[in-house]
Each structure stands twice: as structure tokens, then as C-alpha cells.
């Protein structure tokens, strides 16, 4: 097992690259990216890095040279043979050759695009135009980047014992999470951290921990690199990036209503089984699911991602039992801000009733609350977001307003073109 505090201590960070490969990334922006480039290749975007958490001065604590020097590092990466036999050759969901042939000829040729990055006051702006395929495949790397390096320059002080007894600590706060897990009876839990990790080093050690310690109850994890080399499921769908491009093509009301239905329509045509779970929230469960043809009902579940998680599993199953659907034969998934105490509670209540799953984020990987002083170890929400398509401004209303993004002018018209009223405001913790 990796001495992680050594290699920190050691700060020989070209041995440690944050990010090391193209598949060091989550399942679900392969499988998206193939959707796009079967789909909409040709959609020019642009990509934004967008701190929730403006306390946390990024521009002061990282150094722009190491920033850039990681970034560029990025754009060296090619995807390895060995990596391109998994991708081609693997079963994912049951299904071989997820990823077509035509996908891996273009994957393996590929170099991310270059970025844009400018100090603004104590904050970075990071940019990514271009092709939508290539540029969405920034979105991870970059965040892996920026929540490492930030990690990185509050180690850089600490001497080699301090950080044998930081990650010790850390390592029992995270086995203590797992001790209690176990106490679940049908629990199904994967990991779902990449995004806002602590580390690489880190995010392998607490897969590794949760598959020792939760056996079958843990079903994978959504990075594909650590999945390969662990031999363990890789888990993920989709995101709201979809429905948020696909809305801001649309050129009328009529066609941005349609949008998010689009998106599934696509996604219907290539996948079946597991891989058919809906995303509702991007502009409002409910309005989403008044409105949802009936085909949808078929598919096999939902994924909660924002808002009060308890209220979004009880609108799904209102909305099955309307459709005529029996919720004990579905799946949600739970994927917002998890902690052990909201998932023994949402297992607990929902259990029996539909089929529960949870992915389990950045406090898995990157809970190093209350370990150093000032907590300046804490995680923090940092995102990456298209913010435009083709030169049109892309939106986000969330079932959380806290969440929502986009122009004044177009989040008014978003909100009255799919009904949202008033909204619950939920702290975004992470």
C-alpha cells in the first residue's frame, strides 16, 4: 500500500502528476462524450470554472506556474493501449463493447484543447472553448487540479511526522464511516468523488478501504482509472451538462421545453437497463415529471442531486404510482452532499419502497474536516460548467436554487417556460 504522507512529504510531484491519464476521469463523461459525439460534435462550447465558495481565495493559495505546469501536463496525455483494450474490450452494465468503434478511433487520437486562465482579484478564471466532445473533457481533470493543488499548498508547511499522524487521522475518520456502513443491511453505496477530491493517492486509498470493508454493498466507482486498476465496476450515467447544452440550442419556447426529453431520447437510442436514469432537476423535478412522456416511466430509475433528497424520492414515487409504475421495482440513486448520517436516514426511510443506491462524493474522498487548524483542509464546492453553446448562454435551475446559474433575463425565462416557482434554499455544502 502507497505511503501517502511520505510521498507528500517528499514533494517530488513529478512522480505524483494530479491528474495521469485521459481515463482518469468519471464513467459518466465517457459515456456522455460519446453521446455528444454521436450526436452534437459540432456545438461549440464554452466551459467556465465557477467557485460557490468565494471565502476560499484560490488565487492566493496556489501558485499560477505550478497551476499552468499541471494543466499543461494534462494536454500531454493520450490515452495508452492498455487504457483503449479496457475501453474497447470491457463489459460495462453487462453490455461489451460500450464505446463503438468510430468513439475509440477519435478517443485515442485525442489532445484536450488549450485553456484560458487569468487572475481576477483572489480567484482564477479558467476557460475551455471549442468542439463540445474535447472540451467536456476538461471538466474533472481541471477540478481534480485546482482541489489538489489547494490541498497541496497547506501540506507544503507540515513536517514528515505531522503528516503520517494527519493521514492517519484521516484514514481512521474514514474507516469509522465505513464501520457503520456495514451495520446496513442491503446497503449499495459506489464512490462518486473524483470531481473534489483530496488526492489521486487518497481517492484509490478510500476505494481500496471501501471495498475491503463493504465487500458486495460496494458496487464501483466512477473513476475509470482507479476501476481499471483495481478490477472493480465503473459507475455513472449522466449529468446535467446534456440537458443544459441541448436547452440553450433550442430556438423557441417550444423547443426548449422539449430539450430535456431530447437528451433522453438520445440517451434511449444507445443504452438499456441500468444505464437508463433519469436526471429530473435540471429545471425542477416536478415540472420535469408532470410533463415526461410515458415512455419514460420504463426506465429503471432516478438520480436525486439536489434539493431536500428525502422530497425528491417521494415526488419520484408519487410520480410512478401515477404512471402506474410500482416503485419497489425502481431504482434511485442519491448522489447530493452524502454523509454517513444522511445515508443511514435515507436508507432507513425509502428501503422497501424502491430500490436505493447512493454515490458517495467528495465527503468520502476529501473529508479532512476538523484535521488541521483553521480547517483549512476542508472540502469546498467548486464547479465546472458549460456556461454557453454555440455563442447562447447555457442555464441551470436546480431543485436548490442555491445551485442555479445562468443570466438574470434567461434564468426568468427558463423558470417560466418549465413552470419552477418558489424553491427551497438548501446550503451547498460541497
Same mark, same amino acid.
Request: glycine share 6%.
Given at each position: 500500500?502507497?505511503?501517502?504522507?511520505?510521498?507528500?512529504?517528499?514533494?517530488?510531484?513529478? %512522480?505524483?502528476? *494530479?491528474?495521469?491519464?485521459?481515463?482518469?476521469?468519471?464513467?459518466?463523461?465517457?459515456?456522455?462524450?460519446?453521446?455528444?459525439?454521436?450526436?452534437?460534435?459540432?456545438?461549440?462550447? &464554452?466551459?467556465?470554472? *465557477?467557485?460557490?465558495?468565494?471565502?476560499?481565495?484560490?488565487?492566493?493559495?496556489?501558485?499560477?506556474?505550478?497551476?499552468?505546469?499541471?494543466?499543461?501536463?494534462?494536454?500531454?496525455?493520450?490515452?495508452?493501449?492498455?487504457?483503449?483494450?479496457?475501453?474497447?474490450?470491457? &463489459?460495462?452494465? +453487462?453490455?461489451?463493447?460500450?464505446? &463503438?468503434?468510430?468513439?475509440?478511433?477519435?478517443?485515442?487520437?485525442?489532445?484536450?484543447?488549450?485553456?484560458?486562465?487569468?487572475?481576477?482579484?483572489?480567484?482564477?478564471?479558467?476557460?475551455?472553448?471549442?468542439?463540445?466532445?474535447?472540451?467536456?473533457? @476538461?471538466?474533472?481533470?481541471?477540478?481534480?487540479?485546482?482541489?489538489?493543488?489547494?490541498?497541496?499548498?497547506?501540506?507544503?508547511?507540515?513536517?514528515?511526522?505531522?503528516?503520517?499522524?494527519?493521514?492517519?487521522?484521516?484514514?481512521?475518520?474514514?474507516?469509522?464511516?465505513?464501520?457503520?456502513?456495514?451495520?446496513? #443491511?442491503?446497503?449499495?453505496?459506489? #464512490?462518486?468523488?473524483?470531481?473534489?477530491?483530496?488526492?489521486?493517492?487518497?481517492?484509490? @486509498?478510500?476505494?481500496?478501504?471501501?471495498?475491503?470493508?463493504?465487500?458486495?454493498?460496494?458496487?464501483?466507482?466512477?473513476?475509470?482509472?482507479?476501476?481499471?486498476?483495481?478490477?472493480?465496476?465503473?459507475?455513472?450515467?449522466?449529468?446535467?451538462?446534456?440537458?443544459?447544452?441541448? =436547452?440553450?440550442?433550442?430556438?423557441?419556447?417550444?423547443?426548449?421545453?422539449?430539450?430535456?426529453?431530447?437528451?433522453?431520447?438520445?440517451?434511449?437510442?444507445?443504452?438499456?437497463?441500468?444505464?437508463?436514469? %433519469?436526471?429530473?432537476?435540471?429545471?425542477?423535478?416536478?415540472?420535469?415529471?408532470?410533463?415526461?412522456?410515458?415512455?419514460?416511466?420504463?426506465?429503471?430509475?432516478?438520480?436525486?442531486?439536489?434539493?431536500?433528497? =428525502?422530497?425528491?424520492?417521494?415526488?419520484? *414515487?408519487?410520480?410512478?404510482?401515477?404512471?402506474?409504475?410500482?416503485?419497489?421495482?425502481?431504482?434511485?440513486?442519491?448522489?447530493? +452532499?452524502?454523509?454517513?448520517?444522511?445515508?443511514?436516514?435515507?436508507?432507513?426511510?425509502?428501503?422497501?419502497?424502491?430500490?436505493?443506491?447512493?454515490? @458517495?462524493?467528495?465527503?468520502?474522498?476529501? #473529508?479532512?474536516?476538523?484535521?488541521?487548524?483553521?480547517?483549512?483542509?476542508?472540502?469546498?464546492?467548486?464547479?465546472?460548467?458549460?456556461?454557453?453553446a454555440n455563442g447562447r448562454p447555457t442555464v441551470k435551475l436546480s431543485d436548490n436554487p442555491e445551485k442555479a446559474m445562468g443570466p438574470e433575463d434567461q434564468i426568468a425565462r427558463y423558470k417560466r417556460v418549465f413552470g419552477v416557482g418558489e424553491q427551497e434554499r438548501v446550503e451547498v455544502v460541497v
Amino acid at each position: 500500500m502507497v505511503d501517502i504522507a511520505t510521498r507528500v512529504y517528499n514533494h517530488k510531484w513529478k %512522480i505524483d502528476p *494530479i491528474v495521469r491519464s485521459l481515463i482518469d476521469t468519471d464513467f459518466y463523461k465517457l459515456l456522455m462524450c460519446q453521446s455528444v459525439f454521436r450526436n452534437r460534435r459540432h456545438t461549440q462550447v &464554452t466551459f467556465s470554472l *465557477i467557485n460557490r465558495t468565494t471565502r476560499i481565495p484560490l488565487a492566493d493559495l496556489i501558485d499560477e506556474g505550478e497551476l499552468r505546469q499541471q494543466l499543461d501536463h494534462i494536454r500531454t496525455l493520450r490515452l495508452t493501449r492498455g487504457e483503449s483494450t479496457w475501453m474497447r474490450g470491457n &463489459t460495462f452494465y +453487462g453490455k461489451r463493447q460500450m464505446f &463503438t468503434p468510430e468513439f475509440m478511433d477519435w478517443f485515442e487520437k485525442l489532445q484536450l484543447p488549450p485553456y484560458h486562465l487569468e487572475r481576477v482579484g483572489d480567484q482564477y478564471e479558467l476557460t475551455f472553448e471549442g468542439l463540445w466532445p474535447e472540451v467536456m473533457l @476538461w471538466e474533472i481533470p481541471a477540478l481534480a487540479v485546482l482541489m489538489e493543488l489547494r490541498g497541496r499548498a497547506v501540506l507544503a508547511h507540515m513536517g514528515k511526522f505531522e503528516l503520517q499522524v494527519l493521514y492517519a487521522r484521516a484514514m481512521t475518520k474514514l474507516w469509522e464511516k465505513v464501520e457503520r456502513l456495514r451495520a446496513i #443491511d442491503g446497503l449499495r453505496i459506489a #464512490d462518486f468523488g473524483t470531481r473534489r477530491r483530496h488526492s489521486f493517492l487518497w481517492q484509490d @486509498w478510500a476505494v481500496q478501504a471501501m471495498s475491503e470493508g463493504l465487500g458486495d454493498a460496494f458496487t464501483g466507482t466512477s473513476n475509470c482509472l482507479i476501476a481499471k486498476n483495481r478490477d472493480l465496476e465503473a459507475i455513472g450515467t449522466n449529468a446535467h451538462e446534456l440537458p443544459m447544452v441541448y =436547452a440553450a440550442l433550442a430556438d423557441s419556447d417550444a423547443e426548449l421545453a422539449r430539450a430535456p426529453y431530447d437528451v433522453l431520447s438520445d440517451w434511449h437510442e444507445e443504452h438499456s437497463g441500468n444505464l437508463r436514469i %433519469i436526471l429530473p432537476d435540471t429545471y425542477g423535478t416536478r415540472g420535469f415529471l408532470a410533463h415526461a412522456p410515458d415512455w419514460l416511466t420504463q426506465w429503471t430509475g432516478i438520480r436525486i442531486d439536489s434539493g431536500d433528497p =428525502a422530497k425528491g424520492a417521494e415526488t419520484a *414515487i408519487a410520480w410512478w404510482k401515477s404512471r402506474g409504475e410500482d416503485p419497489r421495482e425502481k431504482l434511485v440513486i442519491f448522489s447530493d +452532499g452524502l454523509d454517513v448520517d444522511k445515508i443511514e436516514e435515507l436508507h432507513a426511510q425509502f428501503a422497501g419502497r424502491v430500490r436505493v443506491s447512493f454515490g @458517495w462524493g467528495t465527503l468520502l474522498t476529501n #473529508d479532512f474536516r476538523g484535521l488541521v487548524p483553521d480547517d483549512a483542509l476542508a472540502p469546498f464546492s467548486l464547479v465546472c460548467k458549460a456556461v454557453s453553446a454555440n455563442g447562447r448562454p447555457t442555464v441551470k435551475l436546480s431543485d436548490n436554487p442555491e445551485k442555479a446559474m445562468g443570466p438574470e433575463d434567461q434564468i426568468a425565462r427558463y423558470k417560466r417556460v418549465f413552470g419552477v416557482g418558489e424553491q427551497e434554499r438548501v446550503e451547498v455544502v460541497v
